[in-house]
Structures are given as C-alpha cells and as structure tokens.
C-alpha cells in the first residue's frame, strides 16, 4: 500500500480572497433571475469582471516568469495574450452577450490548463485555480444562459 504525500493546504487568506473573487462571476446571473431590471447592468459586470480577471492572471504569470534575471521570452510573451484575449473579447462582441461569456469562459479554461500543467507554481495553486476556474466558469456560462 502506497501513501500519496498531501498537496499543502492553500493559504486562508489566497483562499478567503479566492473564493470571495467569485462573487462577482456568480451573483449577476443570479441577481438577475431574482431582479430582471438589473439584466443590463448585470451583465456589464459579468464581462467586465471576466476580463479583468483573465488580464490578472496574465499578469500574475508575466510577474512569476520577471522574477528570474534572464526571463523566458516565450512565457513573458504568452502571459501578454490574456490580457489582449479580454480586450479583443469585450471590444469585438459587446453586442452578443453569449458569445462574450463564452468566450471569457474558453480563455479562462485555456489559461488554467496553463497554470495547472506548468512547473515551478506552489504545489497548492493548480488546487486553487481548479476551484477558482470552476467557479467563474460556471458563472460565465450561467450568465450566457441567463443574462444574453
């Protein structure tokens, strides 16, 4: 019998902020089933929000791969394309709010396939992200359901 050795816990504060990140991503869809009149500004935060986010974990990346003295031009490169991802989405489709939804739930998805397959990340952080993308993912596909 083989003992697996436990993945460290995720920091309470990375996770307290995590999860309270998803507020954002799941109350529009449901604020709108509750209180219609707020369709339009639901879903301005919806994709606002998904765009900021996906920018951030761009960021977050392009701010790992600067740490080393001679940076990895092929990560500091790729970790620009969610950024332009989020604005090319809310610039290209702000009058189909499905597609936009869609489309932020794809680049989210691509990007935790980066993250949970990448080396050098806290053995805690694909947990996180795999939690986080879930999240927002299913508010994003929620809210092409609901609010487009």
Do not use: C, E
């Amino acid at each position: 019998m083989s003992i697996k050795p436990q993945r460290p816990a995720i920091p309470a504060s990375v996770l307290i902020y995590g999860v309270l990140g998803l507020v954002p991503f799941l109350a529009p869809p449901l604020l709108d089933a509750t209180i219609p009149a707020l369709k339009p500004a639901s879903g301005l935060v919806l994709a606002v929000y998904g765009g900021l986010i996906l920018s951030f974990l761009g960021g977050a990346r392009w701010g790992l791969a600067i740490r080393s003295s001679s940076p990895n031009a092929l990560t500091v490169s790729i970790a620009m394309v969610p950024t332009l991802a989020a604005l090319a989405l809310l610039v290209a489709i702000p009058g189909h709010p499905a597609l936009l939804f869609l489309g932020l739930a794809g680049a989210l998805a691509v990007h935790w396939l980066w993250d949970v397959g990448s080396d050098g990340l806290p053995p805690w952080y694909p947990a996180l992200r795999t939690m986080l993308t879930g999240g927002a993912v299913a508010g994003l596909l929620l809210g092409a359901a609901v609010l487009a």
